[in-house]
């Protein structure tokens, strides 16, 4: 497939592969290639748009791909748990790989110095850069669109993405098998799908605050989940809750290409981390109420593996064994999505829409094996959403 095309066919996920540092936010707000697209084998081969794969050998949990181990966990260290989206975990990681002489840099993304709202591609080498990046950005990010300034210098790299970001880079590698030396560290979390900037926008309209105004902006952090919080240039603060962000606004506004993701759980990173919810008693739902921050880590490959022992042993992070049996009880939107993504895809055939293609994921066999009402309805619904124009 032709790379315009992917972008033209909302298969896009704006991972910055196809440019080199040159992403540009459309009027959607959505990080996109524009007219900086550079359409080349590299570009070709690696398009998360076009092709994902996890390319591990691992043995395969089919909703919740190649697992070596499960465990919750969280930072020793006060500031970075404080700072940390859920326990600190990535960044705990980070320091390890930067503090034991791992990688040279990370590749990662933060925010943008000249505007609070904007995600800005990061290459941070000190504790301090590091720290700087802690935290979830629920809005577009490029953290690929380093790679090609990186390629041929001598430093090695450890990278955070989401999935589709280090999907791209395990297909780089599968090409290039140098390239496992250059990028040895591949760290994603799990990913519901990027809102476009227009949902902060709206976030900051509901909390009456102009985007000029802005000296800082946080999705979350600072507790667990904590709160979303503007401050403004004269103090004042305003807040809101993770909940009423995530769950009333921002997930309003996922990108299409998120929409029919098989893979929001990072199946080619050597380890990946996400929220590590307490079940809820109650309704079998997990329970976003304020707690300690806790991560979950997925060990996928024996690299993931060594470097979460390597932090355990230095003391730097605390973890006990979690039983994968119980992912679906923390994580239900990610077993759900999985399991309807092959009904997603077989909609969009019919439609006549291009859809990329998970290889390794075995969804047409998870798909008729949780063959449902929900699963007849949601095939509907995409059908629906295609022929409105709404994905
Ligand atoms: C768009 C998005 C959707 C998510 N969906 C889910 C979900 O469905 N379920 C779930 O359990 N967790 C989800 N998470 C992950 C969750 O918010 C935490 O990142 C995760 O629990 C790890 O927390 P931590 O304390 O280990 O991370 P921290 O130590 O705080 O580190 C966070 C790391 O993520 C990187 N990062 C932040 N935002 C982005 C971004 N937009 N793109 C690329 N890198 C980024 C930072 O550079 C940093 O290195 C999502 C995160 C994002 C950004």
């Given at each position: 497939?032709?790379?315009n095309?992917?972008?033209?066919?909302?298969?896009?996920t704006?991972?910055?592969?196809c440019?080199?540092?040159a992403?540009?936010?459309?009027?959607?707000?959505?990080?996109?290639?524009?007219?900086?697209?550079?359409?080349?084998e590299?570009?070709?081969k690696?398009?998360p748009g076009?092709?994902?794969?996890h390319y591990?050998?691992?043995?395969?949990?089919?909703?919740?791909?190649?697992?070596?181990?499960?465990?919750?966990?969280?930072?020793n260290?006060?500031?970075?748990?404080?700072?940390?989206?859920?326990?600190?975990?990535?960044t705990?990681?980070?320091?390890?790989?930067?503090?034991?002489?791992?990688?040279?840099h990370?590749?990662?993304?933060?925010?943008?110095?000249?505007?609070?709202?904007v995600?800005?591609?990061?290459?941070?080498?000190?504790?301090?850069?590091?720290?700087?990046?802690t935290?979830?950005?629920?809005?577009?990010s490029?953290?690929l669109d380093?790679?090609?300034?990186?390629?041929?210098?001598?430093k090695?790299?450890?990278?955070?993405?989401?999935?589709?970001?280090?999907?791209?880079v395990?297909?780089?590698i599968?090409e290039?098998?140098s390239?496992?030396?250059?990028?040895?560290?591949?760290?994603?979390?799990?990913c519901a799908?990027?809102?476009?900037?227009?949902?902060?926008q709206?976030?900051?309209?509901?909390?009456?605050?102009?985007?000029?105004?802005?000296?800082s902006?946080?999705?979350?952090?600072?507790?667990w989940p904590?709160?979303?919080k503007a401050?403004?240039?004269n103090?004042l603060?305003?807040?809101m809750t993770?909940?009423?962000?995530?769950?009333?606004?921002l997930?309003r506004?996922?990108?299409?290409?998120?929409?029919?993701?098989?893979d929001g759980?990072?199946?080619?990173?050597?380890?990946?981390c996400?929220?590590?919810?307490?079940?809820?008693?109650?309704?079998?739902?997990?329970?976003?109420?304020?707690?300690n921050g806790?991560?979950?880590?997925?060990?996928r490959?024996?690299?993931?593996?060594?470097?979460?022992?390597?932090?355990?042993?230095?003391g730097?992070?605390?973890?006990?064994?979690?039983?994968i049996?119980n992912l679906?009880n923390?994580q239900p939107y990610?077993?759900?999505?999985?399991k309807?993504?092959?009904?997603?895809?077989?909609a969009?055939?019919?439609?006549?829409?291009?859809?990329t293609?998970?290889?390794?994921y075995?969804l047409?066999h998870l798909?008729?094996?949780?063959?449902s009402?929900?699963?007849l309805?949601?095939?509907i619904?995409?059908?629906?959403?295609v022929?409105q124009?709404?994905?």
């Amino acid at each position: 497939m032709r790379l315009n095309k992917v972008v033209n066919n909302k298969l896009c996920t704006g991972c910055g592969l196809c440019t080199d540092n040159a992403m540009e936010i459309d009027k959607e707000g959505y990080i996109r290639p524009g007219s900086n697209l550079i359409d080349d084998e590299l570009s070709r081969k690696s398009c998360p748009g076009i092709n994902i794969a996890h390319y591990n050998n691992e043995k395969y949990d089919p909703t919740w791909g190649p697992i070596k181990d499960v465990f919750t966990g969280y930072s020793n260290n006060s500031e970075v748990l404080k700072l940390g989206s859920s326990g600190g975990g990535i960044t705990s990681l980070l320091l390890e790989l930067i503090s034991n002489g791992l990688v040279d840099h990370v590749i990662q993304v933060g925010v943008s110095e000249n505007n609070p709202i904007v995600n800005e591609t990061k290459i941070s080498t000190t504790f301090e850069d590091i720290i700087a990046c802690t935290g979830s950005r629920y809005s577009p990010s490029s953290p690929l669109d380093a790679i090609r300034s990186v390629l041929n210098n001598d430093k090695v790299y450890g990278i955070v993405g989401k999935p589709c970001d280090i999907a791209a880079v395990r297909a780089m590698i599968a090409e290039d098998k140098s390239l496992e030396a250059k990028f040895p560290y591949l760290i994603s979390f799990f990913c519901a799908g990027v809102p476009s900037l227009n949902g902060t926008q709206e976030i900051l309209s509901k909390l009456k605050v102009k985007p000029e105004d802005l000296i800082s902006f946080r999705y979350r952090g600072d507790g667990w989940p904590g709160l979303t919080k503007a401050i403004t240039k004269n103090g004042l603060e305003k807040t809101m809750t993770y909940n009423e962000s995530w769950g009333s606004i921002l997930n309003r506004h996922l990108q299409s290409r998120c929409k029919i993701c098989a893979d929001g759980i990072g199946e080619a990173a050597d380890i990946v981390c996400a929220d590590a919810w307490h079940e809820n008693d109650k309704d079998g739902y997990p329970s976003f109420e304020e707690a300690n921050g806790r991560s979950l880590f997925v060990t996928r490959t024996k690299k993931g593996e060594e470097l979460l022992d390597m932090a355990v042993m230095s003391g730097n992070m605390t973890v006990s064994k979690y039983q994968i049996a119980n992912l679906q009880n923390i994580q239900p939107y990610q077993e759900k999505r999985k399991k309807l993504s092959f009904f997603r895809h077989l909609a969009l055939r019919i439609m006549g829409r291009p859809v990329t293609t998970f290889k390794g994921y075995n969804l047409f066999h998870l798909g008729v094996r949780n063959l449902s009402i929900m699963a007849l309805r949601d095939f509907i619904g995409t059908i629906k959403r295609v022929w409105q124009g709404r994905l």
